[in-house]
C-alpha cells in the first residue's frame, strides 16, 4: 500500500496540474490546452537527437546543449566557493573582510552580470559561464560557512590532542562533519546555475532551452514556450535528484 502511495499521490498531483492547466487555456485564449501543445511539439519530443536547423532542434538535443553550459559554469563555480567557504569559517577575520563584499555582490541578478561578461570576454558562451558562476557560488559559500562553524568544539580538542597535521584535519574532521552543508549548498548552486544559463541563452539568442524559448516566443508560437518551461522544470528536478543520490552515496562510504 505505502509502494502503491508513491506512484498514487504523484499521478494526482500531475493529473491536477493538467486540469489546472486545461482550466486556464479555456480561459486565456492564447494559452494552448496540454493537447494542442502536444499536438504542436511532439516533433521535438518524439525525435529528441534530430537536427534541423540551428534552433529546430528536438528537445534532448537543446537541453544537452544547456546542460554542458551549466556543467562548465557550475564547476567553477563550485570549485571557486568551496575554498573560499572554508576559508570563510574557519577565519574570522576572512569573514569580516569579505562579508561586505559577499552582500554587495550575492543579490545581483545575472542579468546584470552578463553584459558584464560579454564586455570582459567578447564571446557569448565565455559569458554564460562566467554569469553561471558567479551567481551559483554563493549558496555553497554561506553553505559551506555555515558547515565548518556547526562542528562541535569536541571534534576540535580531538584534534589538539591527537596533534592532527592539518591535512589530517581537513580530510578526516572538517570534510566529513560538514558533508551535508557542502551538498546542500551544491544542490542550491546547481538549481541556480540552471536558472542562470535559461536567462543567458535568451539573452544571448545561443542554442539550447533557453535560447529556443525566446525564439518561439518572438514567433508566437505557445506551445513551444509551453514545452521549453516544462522541459526547464524537468530537468531541474533531475539534477536536483541526481545530487541527492550521490550524497546518500558518499555519506554511505
Known amino acids: 500500500m505505502k509502494r502503491l502511495g508513491h506512484f498514487l499521490l504523484p499521478a494526482v498531483g500531475i493529473a491536477s496540474a493538467l486540469l489546472l ?38 528537445i534532448a538535443l537543446l537541453a544537452y546543449y544547456s546542460l554542458m553550459r551549466v556543467a562548465r559554469g ?11 567557504g572554508f576559508l570563510l569559517g574557519l577565519s574570522k577575520t576572512a569573514t569580516r573582510a569579505f562579508d561586505p563584499v559577499m552582500q554587495v555582490l550575492r543579490p545581483i541578478s545575472p542579468l546584470a552580470w552578463l553584459p558584464l561578461g560579454l ?5 557569448s558562451e565565455s559569458a554564460a559561464l562566467f554569469a553561471i558562476a558567479v551567481c551559483s557560488m554563493w549558496p555553497t559559500v554561506i553553505n559551506m560557512t555555515v558547515g565548518v562553524r556547526a562542528i562541535l568544539q569536541d571534534y576540535w ?9 592539518r591535512f589530517m584535519t581537513f580530510t578526516k574532521i572538517i ?15 546547481l538549481g541556480i546555475a ?17 535560447g529556443f524559448l525566446w525564439q518561439e516566443y518572438n514567433s508566437l508560437i505557445y506551445s513551444h514556450i509551453l514545452l521549453a518551461i516544462l522541459t526547464i522544470g524537468v ?4 539534477l536536483d535528484r541526481i545530487m541527492g543520490v550521490a550524497e546518500a552515496r558518499l555519506r554511505a562510504i
Do not use: C, H
Open 175 to 189: 570534510v566529513p562533519a560538514t558533508l551535508s552543508y557542502m551538498f546542500t549548498g551544491f544542490r542550491l548552486s
Open 194 to 210: 540552471w536558472l542562470v544559463i535559461v536567462a543567458s541563452e535568451m539573452l544571448t539568442g545561443t542554442p539550447g532551452v533557453g
Open 21 to 58: 492547466w486545461w482550466g486556464a487555456s479555456a480561459i486565456v485564449p492564447d494559452l494552448p490546452s496540454p493537447v494542442r501543445t502536444w499536438e504542436e511539439s511532439k516533433v521535438y519530443i518524439l525525435k529528441p537527437l534530430e537536427k534541423r536547423g540551428e534552433m529546430d532542434q528536438g
Open 119 to 123: 564586455i570582459i570576454f567578447r564571446k
Open 157 to 165: 580538542n580531538v584534534v589538539k590532542v591527537l596533534r592532527l597535521s
Open 235 to 238: 530537468v531541474g528536478f533531475v
Open 74 to 84: 557550475f564547476l567553477l563555480g563550485i570549485a571557486i566557493a568551496t575554498p573560499l
